[in-house]
């Protein structure tokens, strides 16, 4: 009899427990983008767009675009995919395992800024369409947001839309008032059509994840900070104001309820329902031992209690709080017409008073060059 | 023993039923989300999008390819039309290489159409020129005279523009993507032929990711 009841009980813990990839241990060495290229190599499947997206903002930020290039389209290539019948997307709505068994592809505002990125690499190489569709595919990833007046309300993006749209001969103008519209940091000037040099600034660091409720299973995001607000590159006697269009933290929080956290719900009311139900049949079955001579009734309900309270304990509702932490708190953007020829600028990045962030302020050189090819500098206050 | 055994399987078996009653996706529509399909039956893996595939790019350049050889200005032309290639123009959300729709009805055409038609090598110019400097100056053979002007004109040019409605709610993606396709005549810039495309594709990702 006790050996059955073990095996029993072993059995439930056999069939409660999950198996999680591990990584086998993170490197950090100081040199961010070779560490994250290292932990790319040892994270789990799972996890490998998390890094890719890492990676991909690093080698933009060092400048190393083809590298960018390729680890943006290393996570689009599954990001931006329909994921059905997934294995561990399987998981992840299983009792038994928390949701970061899924597969990383990132939340919205995540998947946004992969395709930001992508659509900047692609002007800079001179693929204007390309670089627009990107704009509108990130602009799209939003466009499920619980409360529709927080749908695909990216400036930066409708903005940029119309701007390739007009440079391309189209009719952007629909985009430009679209912008207007949602924009609550600085309305966006009209375009100027003969700009050659685009600037894309970044400012601050991102919105960051973390879970709260008794079981992690409420996915909750902490502000990103910023000192900056405003970059202003000056050359010469010229300044060309990129100011922020879009605050990643409101987007992120603006997103309302996920279906997943439906689910996750389910979890924590199952875990709850379980634990009870186990309460109360060891507490009836020890009742029943003191009160009655009925041993049998009473080991089997204390093993039950017991089952239940195992089942309870390995349900896993935690939310995901897997995290693209290098992402910023601000993205803006700048245009301007320069003759071809090299030159000089200081980036100056300002808070919100207008006052110059000294510590931030960098020097850039930029090539325009004679065959009227755009230049694009990607500006960051970042290097990570 | 026996009814230990029996009671102690009879409970166990009621927290089984428990445990399927109280499962955690209950309440989800599609949890594990529907495959993406589309209008046209193909074969796809489960890594899929609603965007431009390799499907798409097959389907859309034979169909071109087919339309142009029956318009009379190529079935009836006494000597094969000259074709340059132009850049199509992305309209849609979905990045693509603009080269292989191009590419690959150039390619249809040249295996099916048996010289009925001639392209341009316009992409191979900086080559073909310097090739041509290389001859004028004697520095290579030649089999004519390199002075006279032998690169041909075009008659027509082939291009095309992709157009997108795009629509992502919490029912799922749909993606409709007009292809059109144009001859235009170099000499008058008349549109000689037009033809069009259209694929829809719809799908529904797993529920973990809504």
Same mark, same amino acid.
């Given at each position: 009899m006790k050996a059955s009841f073990i095996s029993s009980l072993l059995f439930v813990v056999l069939v409660c427990s999950c198996t999680t990839a591990k990584y #086998?241990?993170?490197v950090y060495t100081g040199d961010p983008y070779n560490d994250a290229l290292e932990n790319l190599k040892r994270a789990p499947q799972k996890d490998k767009v998390l890094w890719e997206y890492k990676l991909s903002v690093i080698a933009l930020r060092k400048g190393l675009i083809e590298e960018s290039k390729q680890h943006l389209d290393n996570a689009l290539s599954l990001a931006g995919s329909i994921i059905t019948n997934d294995k561990n997307a399987r998981k992840a709505r299983s009792l038994f395992s928390g949701e970061s068994a899924k597969t990383f592809i990132g939340e919205p505002y995540e998947r946004v800024m992969a395709y930001y990125y992508r659509g900047i690499i692609y002007w800079m190489q001179g693929e204007l369409d390309n %670089? =627009? %569709?990107?704009? =509108?595919? %990130? #602009?799209? #990833? @939003?466009a499920d947001a619980e409360n529709k007046s927080y749908a695909s309300d990216y400036v930066l993006l409708d903005y940029l839309d119309g701007f390739i749209t007009t440079k391309l001969n189209g009719d952007g103008s629909m985009y430009y008032k679209r912008a207007l519209e949602s924009a609550r940091l600085t309305k966006p000037p009209p375009y100027l059509t003969n700009a050659n040099v685009m600037f894309f600034v970044e400012m601050g660091e991102g919105p960051k994840k973390f879970a709260t409720g008794e079981y992690g299973q409420e996915l909750r995001f902490s502000p990103g900070k910023s000192s900056a607000k405003k970059v202003l590159i000056k050359i010469g006697d010229k300044t060309i104001i990129a100011p922020a269009y879009d605050d990643l933290t409101y987007q992120a929080t603006t997103r309302g309820g996920r279906v997943? @956290?439906?689910?996750i719900g389910n979890k924590v009311v199952f875990k709850e329902s379980t634990d009870t139900l186990g309460n109360a049949a060891v507490i009836g079955g020890a009742a029943v031992a003191l009160t009655s001579k009925n041993n049998d009734v009473a080991l089997g309900l204390i093993a039950a209690g017991l089952a239940s309270k195992i089942i309870a304990s390995a349900t896993n509702p935690s939310a995901d709080i897997r995290c693209w932490d290098n992402l910023p708190q601000y993205i803006g953007f700048g245009a301007a017409y320069l003759p071809p020829g090299q030159y000089s600028a200081s980036v100056e990045f300002q808070n919100d008073s207008g006052e110059t962030v000294k510590k931030l302020s960098q020097p850039i050189q930029i090539l325009v060059p004679a065959d009227g090819k755009d230049v694009v500098v990607f500006v960051s206050d970042s290097k990570n | 023993m026996k009814t230990l055994f029996t009671k102690? !399987?009879?409970i166990s078996a009621l927290f089984v039923i428990l445990l399927f009653a109280g499962c955690a996706i209950s309440g989800v529509k599609n949890p594990s989300g529907v495959p993406v399909t589309e209008m046209k039956p193909d074969e796809r893996g489960f890594v899929a999008g609603t965007g431009i595939e390799s499907q798409d790019i097959v389907a859309v350049t034979d169909k071109m390819a087919r339309s142009i050889l029956g318009i009379?200005? !190529? +079935? *009836?032309?006494? *000597?094969?039309?000259?074709i340059v290639l132009e850049p199509i123009e992305n309209n849609t959300r979905f990045v693509i290489n603009k080269d292989m729709f191009l590419t690959r009805i150039r390619a249809e055409l040249n295996s099916k159409a048996r010289g009925k038609v001639r392209f341009l090598a316009r992409n191979n110019m900086a080559a073909l020129e310097r090739e041509r400097a290389l001859k004028q100056s004697g520095q290579v053979t030649s089999s004519s005279d390199p002075n006279i002007v032998e690169f041909k004109g075009a008659d027509y040019f082939l291009t095309g523009k992709f157009e997108g409605q795009h629509t992502r709610t919490s029912a799922g993606v749909s993606d409709y993507i007009l292809y059109t396709f144009q001859l235009i005549n170099a000499r008058t810039s008349e549109i000689v032929w037009e033809d069009s495309a259209e694929i829809k594709k719809q799908g529904l990702?797993? +529920?973990v990711y809504r």
């Open positions: #086998q241990s993170l %670089a =627009r %569709a990107c704009f =509108r595919n %990130a #602009q799209i #990833q @939003d997943m @956290d439906h689910i | 102690f !399987i009879q009379p200005e !190529i +079935a *009836n032309a006494k *000597n094969p039309p000259m990702e797993d +529920a």
